[in-house]
């Protein structure tokens, strides 16, 4: 079963307090927990987020779409990436996420994939 662990932290107390020798740390540990997974066959891809200066919003009501910067919530922490595992069950999903290294500086959403039923297109 797929689930996603959603990365979640807070930048400024994270790792623009840290020094440059401990973000390097950081980087070389996530990258290695990731090889770990990949070879343990848990790895389907994991990736790092740009900082939500970055984000643009995008909604579609009546037909009109509009894009605004974001995002605009009253939180410190942030979603910063994300790793998209296999994992036999929820438990397994959970012991997989809390060997990501960001683990040790925030929170790690683990969700199970909702897979869309295929429908049938009514006849017309």
């Not at 979640?8 to 107390?13: C, R």
């Not at 643009?56 to 974001?70: E, I, Q």
């Not at 296999?86 to 929170?107: C, F, H, M, S």
């Amino acid at each position: 079963m797929r689930y996603i662990c959603l990365v979640h932290f807070d930048v400024q107390a994270t790792i623009a307090a840290m020094s440059p020798a401990e973000q390097r740390q950081l980087d070389i540990d996530s990258l290695a927990y990731d090889e770990e997974l990949k070879a343990n066959g848990n790895l389907v891809v994991a990736e790092a987020l740009q900082p939500p200066e970055n984000v643009v919003l995008v909604r579609v009501r009546n037909g009109a779409m509009s894009a605004t910067d974001g995002p605009f919530i009253e939180t410190k922490e942030q979603l910063a990436g994300f790793v998209l595992i296999e994992a036999r069950d929820l438990n397994d999903a959970v012991r997989i996420a809390a060997g990501i290294p960001l683990a040790k500086y925030g929170t790690i959403e683990v969700r199970a994939m909702y897979e869309i039923p295929q429908h049938e297109q009514p006849a017309g």
